[in-house]
């Protein structure tokens, strides 16, 4: 072959190494491919969307209370005359005519002075705490996710750098073994280096434990095994002050939104227990149909108001405002624990940078010193164990260094979910979401079953139906 042919030949092979490559790489699942993964599969987050639904039939459950009641009921009885027969009564001991009575009866409260109103105020409350306590759950298996991933990432790094240590310290030691068999070097020599890679082996073991249990982790939060990971990402967009950090929280982080709806509806429920005073006006409307004695309706038409109920209105009353007091300081507590949440983030992310630029100048000093030892030894200058030592320093700062990022990457997204921004949406993830509201919507006006056109829609998206 001539270099006019070889030539085209290699660039061709070039790029199809290159191609391959590409295509490698593109097959490695990246961070934002895990996260999507954690959302789709995640029990808790499904767990979670049933309480939010349980929580807006409560809303419907509410509402049906000053809707009327109707009921049938059927009453059969017949008598026994004990009486002995007399010229008076023909009784003796014979079973009477069988009796019957059909009955159609409709119950309503009609008027309740607002405490109704309330009952489905408090549960509306309640359903949006629920919904940000959900978002919050959101966040949890995100963060969750990111820290699976990184755990994953570093370990595997710390499997592989142990053991190119585990060859490093096999090659010095045959070194030593040769150079001993040609009496350069003592028995002590040839101990040493066989002590390092005994430890280093104990260290390998090590590192693969944790991988396997980092790879156990990563199956429990994202579904499957990693194969191929992605280099962790640069850092979002993050905010240049805790300062600006604490604002957003406060203003954003689902635990604060909880928090004052639970307070919202704290409130209201001090105002049901002071309605419980308050009289009832109530109808009934029945059509009977006795037997032989033709139909028959009422109407009827009652008001009624506690004068005395032994002290449990009293007692239902101090309980509400105890409610409230607890709604009221459990916000307060929210408040400071976000903030601490938000120093604590930050603080992090400027440890681990730190650590990591330390790492770096470590890590370039001992691997120069690491190569003027090996070269020194080699001219007799320096011991077996010196190589070692130099060689064991170095690893141990690219492990360092390993963890610091991972910790980085972690902290990161640790500071977006004390902020409340830590969602698929925020993220931009590009997947679709559950809706909170679409079940809420189909069933807030309770509906007579289950079978309304738009709470068949809602129950096929989410695959209950």
């Not at 240049?240 to 909880?258: C, F, G, M, S, Y």
């Not at 928090?259 to 006006?281: C, I, Y």
């Not at 020194?376 to 700062?397: F, I, K, P």
Request: charged share 20%; glycine share 6%; with cysteine.
């Amino acid at each position: 072959m001539t270099r006019r042919q070889f030539k085209p030949l290699l660039l061709a092979t070039v790029a199809g190494l290159g191609l391959l490559a590409g295509s490698l790489s593109a097959s490695a699942e990246t961070l934002a491919d895990a996260l999507v993964s954690a959302y789709k599969v995640s029990h808790l987050l499904e767990q979670n969307r049933a309480t939010l639904r349980a929580a807006d039939e409560d809303v419907a459950t509410a509402v049906s209370a000053l809707r009327p009641v109707a009921k049938w009921g059927a009453e059969f009885s017949r008598s026994r005359c004990n009486m002995p027969s007399t010229f008076l009564t023909s009784c003796d001991g014979h079973w009477d005519e069988l009796s019957a009575t059909m009955a159609l009866t409709l119950d309503w409260t009609l008027f309740d002075f607002g405490r109704n109103r309330l009952t489905v105020d408090i549960q509306k409350e309640t359903v949006l705490a629920t919904r940000a306590a959900l978002l919050s759950t959101e966040q949890d298996v995100l963060l969750s996710a990111v820290k699976a991933y990184a755990d994953a990432k570093a370990t595997a790094e710390q499997v592989a750098i142990t053991e190119n240590s585990v060859r490093v310290i096999s090659e010095q030691l045959k070194a030593a073994q040769d150079r001993f068999d040609v009496g350069e070097v003592t028995k002590t020599d040839v101990s040493q280096a066989e002590a390092s890679l005994a430890g280093a082996r104990a260290s390998l073991a090590a590192a693969q434990g944790e991988y396997k249990a980092a790879r156990e982790a990563y199956k429990a939060v994202i579904g499957h095994y990693p194969e191929r990971l992605s280099r962790l990402p640069k850092a979002p967009k993050l905010p240049k002050t805790t300062a600006e950090a604490n604002a957003t929280a406060l203003r954003l982080h689902p635990v604060i939104k909880q928090a004052q709806h639970l307070v919202s509806a704290a409130d209201l429920g001090v105002e049901l227990a002071f309605a419980q005073h308050l009289p009832t006006v109530t109808g009934e409307a029945q059509l009977a149909d006795p037997k032989d004695t033709g139909r028959k309706s009422t109407l009827t038409l009652s008001i009624g108001q506690p004068i005395y109920s032994g002290g449990a209105i009293a007692s239902a009353n101090r309980k509400a405002v105890a409610n409230r007091d607890k709604a009221r300081a459990g916000l307060s507590q929210a408040g400071v624990e976000v903030a601490q949440a938000v120093a604590n983030a930050f603080a992090g992310i400027d440890v681990y940078r730190a650590q990591i630029n330390a790492y770096d100048q470590q890590i370039q000093a001992a691997d120069l010193a690491y190569q003027g030892v090996r070269e020194e030894a080699t001219l007799g200058a320096r011991t077996t164990l010196d190589v070692l030592n130099a060689e064991q320093d170095l690893l141990d700062a690219k492990a360092s260094r390993i963890s610091a990022e991972a910790s980085l990457q972690v902290a990161y997204y640790q500071l977006l979910s004390a902020m409340g921004l830590l969602t698929v949406e925020n993220l931009k993830l590009g997947i679709p979401t559950y809706d909170p509201a679409a079940y809420y919507n189909a069933v807030q006006n309770a509906p007579l079953s289950d079978q309304g056109k738009a709470l068949d829609r809602v129950l096929r998206a989410i695959g209950k139906n």
